[in-house]
């Protein structure tokens, strides 16, 4: 197993055949043939079950889990119903739909959509940002990570340091994939100057 | 009333009232003045031209100075009427115009502001520079520059605009005989009269006062110049720390010539009052009095005493049983001394009151009923007056209107009732010393 970044792994049984292991963030297991794998996800009773296989699990810790599958077949049971997810396959498990969704082929591209504001100077201490990403995905704006929708928006209030600045927004979809969008704000929040160049009734002199 | 209108009809007046230099060429002026009467316009800045007299109305065109300068035009219509003079006076505000150029972040707006009117306003261009058209009122001397930048950062900054100084006193001779009196102009920076200035009068020798403010920034004073001096006065007139000057050539008086109005610390009038009213017991009553008023300059209040003669028309009394009614026609001799205070509202018209007491002598003809016959009785009897009206200078005095109420004793005389009412009466007092 390995753990992606930002994620934590809590280990509930162990033996010879198999591994139980609760989930928050994203993880990418590999399960041999001859092993077993349960991975639980925090806030969900959703479950992926691999009796071999590479897949991924991602849990955001809100009730909102994608679980995909890069060879081999993986079960994932919630609610009560449990789904096959086969090769290059991805099912999502949320609150609102406790049981997980037909599995569908993943996207062959990263979805990343950024939406900056028009002006990118400003002299507010944050700048508002939002954009959208596949559900399931995780989002990280200058390293931390933001909350995700159900629907996969996502906004955020950047915070500002004085001068010129890039912003970056990350994304890890459900399949462990990166894509990155960068932004350069300007902070000024100085007070403009005057000088009077030409004083009124000069003309007199 | 109709006293009110025709001064405010007589007055200096312009149009437009206020002026903005480089916008507003002028402002046609308007001065009534009697048929005969040298009308003599002019200004401290600025020209005036184009006078002109259409009947009572005499008009003139009052041409901006072509300086941008934020300045105030005192305006002086001088009338001349035979001996007498009249000086009417009118301040113009001219609101000075001028761009000033500054330089700050492009994009930014730019506004002056001064007690919360804007001057100017404008934005600067790709290169940082702003041209800023200012509209400066007469009496504004800084201003407040507030810089917002394309990102709302704002700033603001204390603004000298500098305007040069002007102006804001004149004088001009009312007469050219001694005693001499002049009226002294005077404004505040704004261009609106004065009417709290601290104004002296200086000369090179002789005497010289200030005695009272007689109109809106206008302030009479007098140069008493030494017994025999003959040449040129030069008089200085100082308000609000600002000097004007004037030369006044002297001339002896003609023979005959009235002495100025007022002179000296104290006056005397006196006159003939008329009045025709009502008793309050339903009679028509008239009075006649001849009055003498005196006063001391410096107070707005005169004493009078009065000497008069007052009737009523006949009137029934004991009307229980009619064939018993009695006829009485009174009629009074008087006399009585009272105050009059007087509240100049504009130049010549005050309002004024007045309360007067003193003694009656009643003079009483009773018809008896019954065709028993007629008999005559008097005696005394304490009266009051109280009185208000306005007064209006005109000629060698004041033409006073008032309506008095009259209060007298009852049962005087055989009369039952009293001679008590109210008399609307006009008269004119000639100002004798």
């Known amino acids: ?205 | 009333m109709a006293a009110v209108a025709l001064l405010i009809a007589a007055s200096l007046s312009a149009q437009p009232p206020q002026l903005i230099l480089g916008k507003d060429s002028g402002a046609d002026l308007e001065v009534e003045a009697p048929s005969g009467a040298k009308v003599a316009f002019s200004t401290s800045v600025g020209t005036i031209t184009g006078a002109q007299r259409q009947g009572s109305v005499v008009r003139a065109r009052f041409n901006a100075p072509p300086l941008r300068v934020p300045s105030v035009a005192l305006v002086l219509a001088q009338i001349d009427d035979g001996n007498d003079r009249e000086l009417r006076w009118l301040s113009i505000p001219l609101t000075g115009s001028d761009t000033m150029v500054i330089e700050t972040r492009p994009g930014s707006k730019v506004e002056a502001v001064a007690g919360g009117r804007v001057l100017g306003q404008g934005s600067a261009l790709d290169d940082g520079t702003v041209r800023l058209p200012m509209l400066v009122p007469p009496g504004v001397r800084t201003a407040v520059l507030k810089i917002t930048d394309k990102l709302g950062n704002t700033t603001e900054k204390p603004l000298d605009l500098a305007p040069p100084p002007f102006s804001r006193v004149r004088l001009a001779a009312r007469s050219e005989m001694a005693p001499i009196e002049v009226e002294i102009f005077v404004v505040k920076p704004d261009g609106t009269p004065d009417d709290e200035a601290k104004v002296a009068l200086a000369a090179d020798d002789g005497e010289t006062s200030v005695r009272k403010r007689i109109g809106p920034g206008v302030y009479l004073a007098e140069h008493e110049p030494p017994p025999g001096r003959a040449g040129t006065a030069h008089l200085e007139a100082k308000a609000n720390g600002q000097l004007a000057t004037l030369e006044v050539p002297l001339h002896a008086a003609p023979a005959g010539a009235r002495r100025a109005r007022g002179s000296g610390p104290w006056s005397v009038s006196a006159g003939l009052l008329g009045g025709l009213g009502g008793s309050f017991v339903g009679a028509t009553a008239g009075s006649v009095l001849a009055e003498v008023a005196m006063r001391i300059e410096s107070y707005p209040v005169e004493a009078l005493l009065d000497l008069g003669w007052t009737s009523q028309s006949e009137v029934s009394q004991y009307t229980g049983v009619p064939a018993l009614t009695e006829k009485a026609k009174a009629h009074a001799w008087l006399t009585q001394i009272g105050a009059r205070g007087s509240y100049e509202v504009m130049r010549r018209l005050a309002v004024h009151g007045s309360a007067a007491f003193g003694l009656q002598n009643q003079i009483v003809r009773i018809t008896l009923p019954l065709n028993l016959g007629r008999f005559e009785d008097s005696g005394l009897s304490a009266r009051l007056a109280i009185a208000a009206g306005v007064n209006y200078a005109v000629g060698p005095g004041r033409a006073l209107a008032q309506v008095q109420l009259d209060w007298t004793s009852k049962r005087v005389a055989q009369l039952e009732s009293s001679t008590s009412g109210l008399q609307g009466m006009v008269g004119y007092l000639v100002a004798i010393r």
């Open chain 1, 1 to 205: 197993m390995r753990l992606l970044e930002g994620s934590r792994l809590e280990l509930k049984q162990v033996t010879k055949q198999g591994l139980r292991a609760r989930v928050r963030g994203s993880i990418e297991s590999q399960v041999d043939q001859i092993g077993r794998l349960d991975v639980e996800m925090e806030n969900s009773d959703a479950t992926a079950h691999s009796a071999g296989g590479h897949f991924f699990v991602t849990a955001d810790g809100r009730g909102v889990v994608a679980v995909a599958s890069v060879t081999g077949v993986v079960n994932v049971s919630g609610g009560g119903k449990s789904v096959a997810l086969n090769e290059g396959e991805v099912t999502r498990v949320t609150r609102a739909e406790p049981t997980p969704s037909k599995p569908v082929a993943a996207l062959r591209r990263v979805l990343l959509s950024v939406q900056w504001p028009d002006q990118k100077e400003t002299n507010k201490a944050t700048f508002p940002i939002e954009g959208r990403v596949e559900p399931g995905s995780r989002v990280f704006v200058q390293g931390e990570q933001v909350a995700v929708e159900a629907g996969g928006t996502f906004r955020a209030e950047v915070p500002l340091k004085k001068g010129k600045q890039k912003i970056a927004v990350v994304t890890v979809d459900a399949l462990g994939r990166r894509k990155q969008v960068e932004g350069v704000v300007l902070r000024d929040d100085s007070l403009p100057d005057v000088k009077v160049k030409k004083r009124l009734w000069q003309w007199r002199r």
